[in-house]
Structure formats: C-alpha cells, structure tokens
C-alpha cells in the first residue's frame, strides 16, 4: 500500500524508511504542531484585517454622509483606496486561513492513518514520533 498524504510535503513529514519497496512517512510531532500554530496565526491575522476593513468602511460611510450633506466628494478616492487595499488584504487573510487548514487537515489524517496501521499491527509504535 502507498502512502500517499494530499497537500503535505516532505518538509512536513519526516521520512523513516522504506516498506513494501515504498517510502514510508509519518508526521511528526513538529510538523502538526507547526500547522496549528500557523493556522492559529493565520485566523489572528484574519480577524485583524476583518477589523480593519470595518473600521475603513465605518469611516467611509461616516465620510460619504457629510460629503452627500455638503455636495463635495473630492476627498473620497483616498478612502476608497484605502477600502480597496484593506479588501485585498483580508481576502488574502482568508486564503491564508483555508492553506493552514488544508495542511493541517492533511496532517490530521496522515496521523490518523499512521494510527490506524499501527493498531493494525501494519508498523511498529516504535516508528511514530
């Protein structure tokens, strides 16, 4: 049987030897709690880029409200801007949220493999971290 994790590299596994002609990896202890770590980052940086955005938007609608009253909306582009690179930003915070979960959903289930075959009597305890 191959041994096959999706979306986790060989830096986030450590190699152990070979079995059935095959290369055998199992995760190590680093590697998941590396993936959290990395996932708990990434949802802070989420949060603070949701937090951002909003308070943009609040001033921008602040703003937009006395530029109605007073008919002059010259000094709108800069907050628009602003809105639209605080967008961008946190719309890179999400995708950053869904690779950390992904890598950390891969490390899950190679670990929950590895545990499988290690009940099963496929590999010896011994060869997990």
Known sequence: MNDVVVGASEAQLCQTGKQYG????????????????????????????????ATIRET????????????????????????????????????????AETRLSALSTALSFENERITAGQISSSRMN
């Open 22 to 53: 095959d290369m055998t990896y199992n995760v190590c202890a680093n590697a998941l709690r590396d993936a959290y770590r990395a996932l708990d980052e990434a949802r802070r940086a989420r949060r603070e880029a949701a937090h951002t955005l």
């Open 60 to 99: 921008l609608d602040q703003v937009l409200e006395i530029a109605y009253e007073k008919q002059t909306f010259g000094p709108l582009n800069r907050l628009f801007d602003e809105e639209e690179a605080a967008l961008a930003a946190h719309e890179q915070a999400i995708a950053m949220v869904n690779e």
